[in-house]
């Protein structure tokens, strides 16, 4: 069986912060970045939410899956992103606002 490399650690033995994007789809690549776009938005809560959205969306781009299932899948957790972010803001803002 063929040993694939290491793709943590680059020749100088420094972690490869970029490692997990690579070799995806271009449309992987969209659908895994989408949900960050909360940090911007949303600062911390938005953050938390894109970011759990982003490491989902990266887990199920490495599964075997087919297409249009992990397409489905990670519009999905991008839309339940979202959801979420606008869900807990919107929870704060009544109990603050009373």
């Not at 070799?23 to 960050?36: D, E, N, R």
């Not at 970011?51 to 249009?68: D, E, H, I, V």
Request: glycine letters at 14%.
């Amino acid at each position: 069986m063929q040993q694939l490399p290491d793709l943590e650690k680059n020749t100088l033995d420094k972690p490869d912060r970029w490692a997990k994007f690579r070799g995806l789809t271009w449309w992987q690549l969209v659908l895994s970045l989408a949900p960050i776009l909360l940090l911007p938005i949303g600062g911390a809560i938005g953050g938390a939410f894109g970011g759990a959205g982003l490491f989902t969306n990266l887990s199920l781009a490495r599964k075997p899956l087919g297409t249009p299932l992990k397409a489905l899948a990670m519009l999905g957790v991008a839309l339940a992103s979202y959801l979420g972010y606008i869900l807990v803001a919107g929870l704060l803002y009544n109990l603050i606002k009373g």
